[in-house]
């Protein structure tokens, strides 16, 4: 069974810190490109941010570019995403989702499996 469980969302404070976690199962990892995406109440998803297994490429949606850093542990099945200068903007339920295929994309619909998320709530 598949399985991608995302974990360490919370409340945090403007300029705060928080890393999620998307532990994966029941898949081959390194097939797999991973995404993180969010959506907001009234919102669309949106991609965050995206690493290919195959070469570490990256992707940063604007608005994470300086303030969030994509990292994976292979041995582990886990990818993460640092996030760091936090701002009330960035609320939103937090999702990852793994695509097949050695590159990532920035759109959700393309996507094979998702977690169930995690929210994410900044306070000013």
């Known amino acids: 069974e598949v399985q991608l469980v995302e974990s360490g969302g919370g409340l945090v404070q403007t300029g705060g810190s928080l890393r999620l976690s998307c532990a994966a199962s029941g898949f081959t990892f390194g097939d797999f490109a991973i995404g993180w995406f969010r959506q907001a109440p009234g919102k669309e998803r949106e991609a965050v941010s995206c690493?290919?297994?195959?070469?570490?490429?990256?992707y940063y949606a604007n608005s994470a570019k300086g303030r969030f850093t994509i990292s994976t542990d292979n041995g582990k099945n886990t990818v993460y995403l640092q996030m760091n200068s936090l701002k009330p903007e960035d609320t939103a339920v937090y999702y990852c989702?793994?695509?097949?295929?050695?590159?990532?994309?920035?759109?959700?619909?393309?996507?094979?499996?998702w977690g169930q998320g995690t929210q994410v709530t900044v306070s000013s």
């Open positions: 690493i290919s297994n195959k070469d570490g490429s990256t």
């Open positions: 989702a793994a695509l097949y295929g050695n590159y990532w994309s920035a759109v959700p619909e393309l996507y094979d499996y």
